[in-house]
C-alpha cells in the first residue's frame, strides 16, 4: 500500500511547471469571468466579427471590380488596381475559411473537447499571421483613407488576437488539467490532443 501511494507522489511531482515557465496562463478572463464563459464569449465575438469583414471584403471587390475593372480595358489595368485585387480577394478567403474554424472551437467549447482547441489555436496562429502580413501589405500600398485609422485599427486587431489566443490556450491547458486529475473524464481528447 505504500508503494502506491510512492508512485501517486511520484507523478504529482511531474506535473508540476517550473516556476520560471514563459508560458502565460489566465485563470480567469478578463479578471472576473470564468475562463471557460471568456472564451466562449470571445469565440462568438470572433465569428460576428469574421462574418462582418468577409461581408466588408466582398463589398470592396464588388466595388472595385465594378468601377475600376469593368470600365477599362485590360491593358488599361494599373498594377495598383491589380495588387489591390489579389490583396483583397486574400483577405476575403481567410475571412470566410475562418468561419466554419470558429463553429469548429465554439463547438468544441460547448462539448469540453480538447482536441478542437488545439486544431483551432494551429489555424488561428496562421491565418493571424498571414492576416497582418496582407492587411502591412495593402495599408503600405496606401489604400486607407487614414493611415493612422488602419494603424489603429492593426494595433487593435493585433491585441485582441493575442489576448484571443492566450485565453484559448489557457483554457486548453486548464482542461489538460482537468482531465488528468479525474479519471475517466474525456480521456480520449487528452490522448488525442497531446
Known amino acids: 500500500m505504500a508503494e502506491v501511494h510512492q508512485v501517486v507522489v511520484v507523478t504529482e511531482r511531474i506535473k508540476v511547471k517550473p516556476k520560471n515557465s514563459?508560458?502565460?496562463?489566465?485563470?480567469?478572463?478578463?479578471c472576473v469571468v470564468p475562463l471557460r464563459t471568456g472564451c466562449l464569449i470571445l469565440a462568438?465575438?470572433?465569428?460576428?466579427?469574421?462574418?462582418?469583414?468577409?461581408?466588408?471584403?466582398?463589398?470592396?471587390?464588388?466595388?472595385?471590380?465594378?468601377?475600376?475593372?469593368?470600365?477599362?480595358?485590360?491593358?488599361?489595368y494599373p498594377r495598383f488596381t491589380i495588387g489591390l485585387l489579389v490583396f483583397?480577394?486574400?483577405?476575403?478567403?481567410?475571412a470566410l475559411i475562418a468561419i466554419p474554424f470558429n463553429i469548429h472551437l465554439?463547438?468544441?467549447?460547448?462539448?469540453?473537447?480538447?482536441?478542437?482547441?488545439?486544431?483551432?489555436?494551429?489555424?488561428?496562429?496562421?491565418?493571424?499571421?498571414?492576416?497582418?502580413?496582407?492587411?502591412v501589405v495593402t495599408m503600405a500600398m496606401g489604400n486607407y483613407w487614414s493611415p493612422?485609422?488602419?494603424?489603429?485599427?492593426?494595433?487593435?486587431?493585433?491585441?485582441?488576437?493575442l489576448y484571443y489566443l492566450i485565453v484559448v490556450k489557457s483554457l486548453y491547458l486548464k482542461m489538460g488539467e482537468a482531465a488528468n486529475n479525474l479519471?475517466?473524464?474525456?480521456?480520449?481528447d487528452v490522448a488525442v490532443a497531446t
Request: proline share 3%; net charge positive; with cysteine.
Open 106 to 135: 465554439i463547438s468544441g467549447l460547448h462539448s469540453e473537447r480538447r482536441s478542437f482547441l488545439v486544431i483551432y489555436v494551429k489555424f488561428q496562429l496562421t491565418n493571424f499571421t498571414l492576416s497582418i502580413f496582407v492587411d
Open 44 to 76: 462568438y465575438l470572433y465569428l460576428i466579427f469574421t462574418v462582418g469583414i468577409g461581408f466588408v471584403y466582398i463589398k470592396e471587390l464588388v466595388s472595385l471590380v465594378v468601377n475600376t475593372i469593368i470600365p477599362k480595358a485590360p491593358e488599361d
Open 148 to 161: 493612422a485609422g488602419a494603424v489603429v485599427t492593426m494595433i487593435a486587431y493585433f491585441w485582441y488576437n
Open 183 to 188: 479519471p475517466g473524464q474525456r480521456g480520449h
Open 88 to 94: 483583397y480577394s486574400i483577405s476575403m478567403a481567410l
Open 22 to 30: 514563459r508560458e502565460i496562463i489566465l485563470k480567469k478572463c478578463c
